[in-house]
């Protein structure tokens, strides 16, 4: 069932697509100085390793510019935050194209070099309002982007956990970003005024069917930081871990969100 027109917010044009070139830049410096071994690493998702994690996050990229090159659709049928449940019968191939990908290009550097190169290209040419035509429906550009920056801001987090000793950079916006789209995509998941749900500096949402609250402090209350709420979100965090070391702060009887999580793996 659509959710997106529950609960909208927008996103700056330019910022976003300031953030995913950003980010991407500091993805492909870091994978630039891996020797072979650490490339051969496992990751936390599944059989990938390190080069195909980093084979995956120029696909995530390159996308863009594969839905510039096809015909614009007509209508924008895909909203932002359906775009996690509308994508999920994907994953399996996206899986396998990774694998493909990373098999066939062993030069990683240029594999980004001509990604970002693509993607400066495409983006200089392209309206803030073209709708881009995905696997999923139609988009519009600016919010695919956001989904753009989530997947690179989980993703370096991914990268970051599995080469001991690599620490790439978030950007700020692109984080920023993703904090909001998740915390969203939870406030449409469970629609409601009974928790408020706490991620700063970037997000603050209410959510779970309740009592609404109006003034004065909430009876349930759900704080954490942003890559902490952003582990909890996308599966790479389990709720009762999380509270245990008091990653999370959670108070009152509504404030368990471990029913509602992950939103996306």
């Known amino acids: 069932m659509p959710t997106a027109k529950k609960r909208t917010r927008t996103y700056d044009p330019a910022k976003i697509r300031t953030a995913v070139h950003a980010q991407f830049g500091h993805v492909r410096q870091a994978v630039a100085t891996l020797t072979p071994e650490q490339l051969a690493l496992p990751t936390r998702l599944g059989e990938w390793t390190v080069r195909d994690l980093a084979a995956h996050l120029t696909m995530t990229v390159a996308a863009v510019s594969r839905a510039l090159e096809r015909e614009e659709p007509a209508t924008a049928d895909l909203a932002l935050l359906d775009y996690a449940s509308a994508t999920a019968p994907f994953a399996e191939a996206i899986a396998t194209g990774t694998r493909q990908l990373a098999a066939a290009q062993p030069d990683l550097d240029a594999l980004f070099a001509r990604t970002e190169q693509e993607l400066a290209e495409r983006l200089d040419a392209a309206g803030a309002s073209r709708v881009l035509d995905i696997r999923a429906g ?128």
């Open 138 to 265: 139609g988009i519009t550009l600016t919010d695919f982007l956001v989904t753009r920056a989530l997947e690179l801001v989980v993703h370096t987090d991914d990268l970051n956990a599995a080469v001991p000793g690599l620490d790439v950079p978030l950007d700020r916006q692109a984080l920023a970003a993703c904090t909001r789209l998740l915390a969203d995509t939870l406030a449409a998941k469970a629609p409601g005024g009974a928790t408020e749900v706490r991620i700063p500096p970037y997000a603050v949402v209410q959510c779970v069917e309740g009592p609404r609250h109006t003034r004065g402090t909430p009876p349930n209350v759900v704080e954490t930081d942003p890559l902490t709420w952003i582990r909890l979100a996308t599966g790479r965090l389990e709720w009762k871990d999380a509270v245990a070391d008091a990653k999370v702060g959670a108070s009152g009887e509504r404030a368990d969100l471990s029913g509602l999580l992950p939103l996306l793996t």
